[in-house]
């Protein structure tokens, strides 16, 4: 326990050192919130949306910045570069297990993501009135199981990149299919039917999200679908993984 506290706290130290990947995993979303915000139209309540604004209906889906940034980018390229500089095989050596090493990844993205979760809905409440997620526990089991299933595809990406270039290589084409899917692109109302329908199954199940937000119980499928994904991508991770 004393070896992963101190692994815990070089990863923080390390984390906080490195202000741009803070910045994307935690600010951006609000940021973009801000940026959007400023336009009085964005603010007024629109008939194609039911009644509420474009600010209201966008907001959750800028959660999904974080989720993609946080599960299927940085912990993948951070895992497969300390593989490629032998520190997991170092690591090996020691007290300190790689696993710990992993699981101080891992608290540290899920850390991020609620730090930034609460950001974004605490700026949109005070500086626009987007009312807070109406469906707190629907809310709750759609953001953590979308966030197991990213990490686990995250972690299968690693698991399949034997160097930092080539998990950059893999997370580029999933962090833009994850993007699009989740309505961060385009918003979900602008996609065809059939698209906007496949992005409510995908990781991170953004119509979940959408859905506890506006006061929706999330639909059960979804949630058990991101459940699916997170264990099976998880297993598949967990039998590849290499740790040098």
Known sequence: MHAFSQI????????????????????????????????????????????????????????????AMVGVNV???????????GILRRLATTPA????????????ALIGILISA????MVARLAFGVPLPQHPLGFAAALV????????LGLLVA??????RSAQALTVPVFMVVMFFGGVYLPRFLLPDFIAEIGAYAPPGVQALLDAW??????????????????????????LFRWQ
Not at 12 to 27: C, E, F, G, Q
Not at 214 to 239: D, E, N, Q, R, S
């Open 8 to 67: 815990l706290k070089t990863e923080a130290r390390l984390y906080l050192r490195d202000t741009s990947t803070m910045v994307l995993t935690i600010a951006l979303p609000t940021l973009i919130l801000v940026v959007l915000g400023l336009i009085p139209t964005l603010r007024q309540p629109t008939a194609d949306l039911g009644g509420q604004s474009f600010i209201t209906y966008f907001t959750p889906s800028l959660l999904v910045v974080t989720l």
């Open 75 to 85: 912990l993948p390229t951070v895992l497969a570069t300390y593989r490629e500089h």
């Open 97 to 108: 297990s790689p696993l710990a090493l992993l699981l101080a990844q891992l608290v540290l």
């Open 118 to 121: 609460v950001l974004l809905a």
């Open 145 to 152: 199981l979308g966030t197991a299933a990213l990490l686990a």
């Open 159 to 164: 698991a399949a990149a034997p160097t930092a």
């Open 214 to 239: 506006t006061g929706t119980a999330p639909h059960p499928l979804h949630l058990v679908i991101m459940a699916v994904v997170a264990v099976a991508a998880g297993a598949l991770a967990t039998k």
